[in-house]
């Protein structure tokens, strides 16, 4: 298992430019694309102060065309289940023991701990404009 999780994602960054050029690239899948992001700069702009949205899930689907654009970091993991980390997931990947260790022996598993953010892009960009022409031909 791979884990790209939130703080990875959040890495890479639609701006509005770069949606508004994907639009005009990308023919009519560019302007869906468009048209969906609406939701999302406005989500961005007013609840975080944002003009732009995180890579979230093309993140996990550019991990799957190109791994190489992720640094992983290997080991095994937990997720926080209730109080104020809920949700969080740490990975003990340092090899000491702690006295709080019981998962030390646990399946080791995978998380990214950076993107190559500016490639990822450059890779999202090329595929959508890409598929945009090949739809174009039909």
Known sequence: MVVIGLDVTEESFFTREYLD???DDAGE???????????YLKFYSEKVGLEGCHVHDPS????????????????????VTDGPAEGH????????????DDWQDNAHQRIGVAVKDQVLLKLYRDTIVEYGADKEKF
């Not at 996990?60 to 791994?67: G, K, L, M």
Request: hydrophobic residues 40%; without cysteine.
């Open 21 to 23: 050029q994907l639009r």
């Open 29 to 39: 899948v560019g302007q869906f694309i468009w048209d969906i992001s609406r939701y």
């Open 60 to 79: 996990a689907i550019a991990y799957v065309i190109d791994p190489t654009l992720f640094t992983l970091r290997e080991g095994p993991i937990r997720v």
């Open 89 to 100: 997931t740490m990975q003990k990947y340092d090899g000491r023991k702690y006295l709080h």
